[in-house]
């Protein structure tokens, strides 16, 4: 295996600061005009709101501070679009979006990039009818569904989407007033929701902290791969695998505090199909039935740069979610063991 190289472009070469791998990727709004957020207001002229109702742009941020939404940002028949946080990153390191989350519906050719969505209240990003060509990368997507714990959650990604990706970011719950896995918060869900399945969605290189369970669940007909993600803590299960989906888990990192869960890191259940399944710590394949088990890689793997699960407690935190760190990303980070 290769060492991960976090790969820095410059700006003269590119627009994304980030490099991108994975199904999905494309280049946005990075060839169309620039749209300057400059008020963190809700809505009206310069808000995040009226920089995410048309396509063809490149969205970037001139305040800081915090955008509280008043209801879902949704972006229906949209594309070519990036939310670009990478833009001038100093004039806007604690930027945050709460509150309500970011909807996308029937849009394409999207990539959401470097900067942080809290406290949503059901989902901080939903992608669903038909959205493909999605990319959400460094992003920080923190204790979403505040309103509706059954159904809520960080990330759902559903109905027919497909060609998503999910990279660098981190998919958490934290508070310094309670211990959230005794709530039923939920990290990120991947579902048919009995209409048309989801197919070749990436998740990789992300940390999932503290969700009660589904780090992921993916409950869909279709192509999937997991790489180098760290899943820790968790109080139900970590990752499971169900309702006729594939792929491929490779070099994931598994750990609970709560030992007599650790049997539950992943779970492959009756309705799934095989899972290739490569050195990923802390599952116990002996616990995983053997017809669930692929010998080779299933279907056609994206080009992902891959370490060993071993060093990515070490290496990856300082990698991921938006950067610069806030304080609460590294209330998060600090949680890790070393």
């Keep these: 295996m290769l060492k991960k190289i976090f790969l820095l472009l410059s700006m003269s070469a ?24 400059t008020t963190l207001a809700d809505s009206g002229t310069g808000s995040l709101r009226d920089a995410l109702s048309q396509s063809g742009r490149r969205v970037v941020f001139d305040v800081d501070g915090t955008i509280r939404l008043l209801k879902p940002i949704t972006l229906s028949n949209i594309n070519n679009l990036t939310i670009d946080g990478t833009y001038n990153k100093a004039q806007h390191v604690n930027l945050a979006i ?17 900067f942080r969505i809290h406290d949503a ?32 959650k960080n990330i759902d990604i559903n109905n027919s989407a497909h060609d998503i990706t999910v990279s660098y970011s981190i998919i958490a719950y934290e508070s310094s007033n309670q211990d959230v ?14 209409m048309a399945p989801v197919s070749n ?18 409950s869909s007909p279709g192509q999937f791969v ?29 750990e609970t505090r709560l ?3 650790q049997k539950d890191a992943l779970v492959i259940t009756d309705g799934a199909k095989q899972y290739f399944l490569q050195d990923n710590w802390g599952v116990n394949l002996n616990l995983i039935p053997a017809n669930k088990q692929a010998s080779n890689v299933v279907g056609k793997l994206p080009t992902i740069t891959t370490s060993p699960a071993t060093i990515l407690l070490s290496t990856l935190p300082a990698q991921i979610g938006a950067l610069p760190h806030d304080i609460q990303d590294n209330a998060i980070l600090t949680g890790l063991k070393r």
């Design 98 to 114: 709460s509150g309500y989350g970011i909807y996308l519906a029937n849009s394409h050719d999207i990539i959401l990039q470097n």
């Design 226 to 254: 997991m790489v180098n993600n760290i899943i820790y803590d968790w109080r139900s299960y970590g990752t499971r695998l169900r309702n006729g989906s594939q792929g491929d888990l490779i070099e994931n990192y598994y």
């Design 121 to 152: 209240a059901k989902y901080g990003l939903l992608i669903s009818d038909n959205c493909y060509n999605i990319v959400a990368d460094h992003m920080s997507i923190i204790n979403s569904s505040q309103n509706d714990v059954e159904f809520g």
């Design 201 to 218: 969605v990436a998740l990789h290189h992300n940390l999932f902290y503290q969700n009660y369970q589904r780090s992921p669940e993916i």
């Design 14 to 37: 590119s627009y994304s600061v980030f490099a991108l791998q994975g199904y999905g990727k494309n280049d946005g709004g990075n060839n169309y005009p620039l749209y300057h957020v």
């Design 259 to 261: 030992l007599n869960k």
């Design 181 to 194: 896995l005794d709530t039923k918060y939920k990290g990120l869900l991947i579902t048919d929701n009995a």
